[in-house]
């Protein structure tokens, strides 16, 4: 998408806003205008995409992650050929390592961000499990979360529920229900005192 240089407008932006922007800007020996055009016209492009600046955010989060912790996006067509019936003699051991790394990932979740449930949910909509449907909502004391793939085979849903089982050991939750069929997970989780 090309936008054609034309007249310029005045915009009010926050002080604090003009003030942050105005260190980046420093330290890259840019100015303030050509950093805030640049992020505009970003912030069209992505809209473009049909995101919005907190979908973005939240995806440099999850790649962030990924890079920090070693992880990797692989075609769920590997996933479940990986978790299909010639790796059957494995089962156990790969329900293990799913759960260590879900381990791994809850407790740098719950040490990096404010809200590691949330983060939960953006990681599992970006790591490419062909997720339909993430859903994590607080109801009391007791956090619901629910996924939905049309795509993942059985044992790909048993592995990613010991993933998820993983995540939210790590971060500090118990599971008080927990339900999985093909392409759907449910659990229940509370925080452990």
Not at 119 to 148: H, P, Q, S, Y
């Amino acid at each position: 998408m090309t936008l054609k240089a034309r007249g310029k407008k005045l915009v009010y932006v926050s002080e604090d806003i003009i003030d942050s922007i105005a260190e980046i800007t420093k330290k890259r020996g840019e100015s303030v205008t050509k950093f805030i055009e640049d992020m505009l016209r970003q912030a069209v492009k992505v809209d473009s995409l049909g995101f919005s600046p907190d979908d973005i955010s939240e995806i440099l989060e999850v790649i962030q992650v990924q890079r920090v912790l070693g992880g990797t996006f692989a075609p769920l067509e590997v996933l479940n050929y990986v978790s299909g019936p010639d790796y059957s003699p494995k089962r156990d051991q790969l329900q293990v390592k799913w759960y260590e790394s879900g381990r791994l990932y809850g407790r740098y979740l719950k040490e990096r961000s404010q809200s590691p449930v949330r983060a939960l949910g953006a990681l599992l909509r970006v790591m490419r499990w062909d997720l339909n449907e993430v859903t994590v909502r607080e109801d009391e004391d007791v956090i619901k979360f629910r996924c939905v793939s049309t795509s993942l085979t059985v044992e790909g849903t048993a592995f990613l529920a010991k993933f998820v089982e993983g995540v939210v050991n790590g971060m500090g939750y118990k599971i008080i229900l927990s339900e999985y069929m093909k392409g759907m997970i449910v659990m229940d989780l509370k925080a452990e005192a």
